[in-house]
């Protein structure tokens, strides 16, 4: 039985309300129509060409993505630009693209949340604002806001969380499908004892300060450049680099557990995309 694309972006915005997204951000149904019947829906990352052919092939008629396919301008809708060619194709193929982006950063299902249950945290609380620190993730309702901060259930040597860590990326239940870990970074010294950890999914350098401020010892996140990483190291903090995708793609899984358990969307055939993947080759 289908439902409208509408449908589909109510129940996401049940937990990552439009409003919540950053003034710079593009969310929302942004190729489409809301009244359009949906019958299968494709779950990504990004919207690349590649995702969009799979989502034909699927015969999905929505692709919810976290990534904005529109974003800066786009000034035409001719075929030979480039930016241009992802739209083109879905108004080609009659495919929805939905988008859940800083907003779906600061909701229940985000990576940083996920990753935090990996690493087993206590005392999980929201990182930075406009949520306040002292809320517990099981008391916040509406409280919201970027990445989250615990304690290990018991302290250990960085070198010892950083491989139990990656060890646990691997579990079933992770990540959609298998991904290579060969691209993640660790930066600090392996003996240090790690007791707090702040995690931030996505491009989280400018939370740097704010992890020192409330005394992490490890900071996972993505998109750290040299200039932050020893920013973090000459505070006393170590810094765990997943890369932008991997540090996001816990929310592919979760986005798929929760739409297809949500009661207004039973009977609807949905998948996480088998063709989005890091873009970065770490081995030639």
Not at 52 to 58: F, G, I, Q, R
Not at 99 to 105: K, Q, R
Request: hydrophobic share 45%; glycine share 8%.
């Amino acid at each position: 039985m289908a439902v409208t694309a509408e449908l589909v972006a109510q129940v996401i915005e049940k937990i990552a309300p439009k409003s919540w997204a950053e003034d710079w951000d593009n969310v929302g149904l942004l190729v489409g129509s809301g009244t359009a019947p949906i019958e299968r829906i494709l779950i990504t990352l990004d919207g690349t060409l590649e995702v969009v052919e799979e989502a034909k092939a699927y015969g999905a008629q929505l692709i919810v993505a976290h990534h904005p396919i529109i974003f800066r301008p786009l000034k035409n809708l001719r075929v030979d630009n480039a930016a241009a060619q992802v739209p083109l194709r879905l108004l080609q193929y009659q495919i929805g693209y939905y988008t859940a982006h800083t907003n779906l950063d600061q909701s229940i299902i985000s990576s940083s949340r996920a990753l935090g249950e990996v690493l087993g945290l206590t005392e999980m609380k929201i990182l930075a604002e406009p949520a306040d620190d002292h809320i517990t993730l099981l008391q916040r309702d509406e409280q919201r806001g970027y990445g989250v901060s615990g304690y290990l259930p018991k302290p250990d040597k960085l070198g010892a969380v950083w491989k139990h860590f990656l060890g646990c990326l691997s579990r079933p239940g992770v990540f959609a499908q298998p991904y290579d870990l060969a691209g993640v970074r660790l930066a600090g010294s392996l003996e240090n004892v790690v007791r707090k950890v702040a995690i931030v999914n996505g491009s989280g350098a400018r939370f740097v300060q704010k992890a020192l401020f409330i005394g992490a010892d490890l900071l996972i996140t993505g998109d750290v450049d040299h200039h932050t990483a020893l920013d973090a190291l000459e505070g006393g903090m170590a810094v765990g680099d997943l890369g932008h995708f991997l540090s996001e793609a816990p929310m592919l899984q979760a986005m798929f557990q929760y739409l297809s358990t949500d009661k207004f969307l039973q009977g609807i055939e949905i998948r996480v995309s088998l063709t989005n993947r890091p873009p970065w080759l770490w081995q030639i």
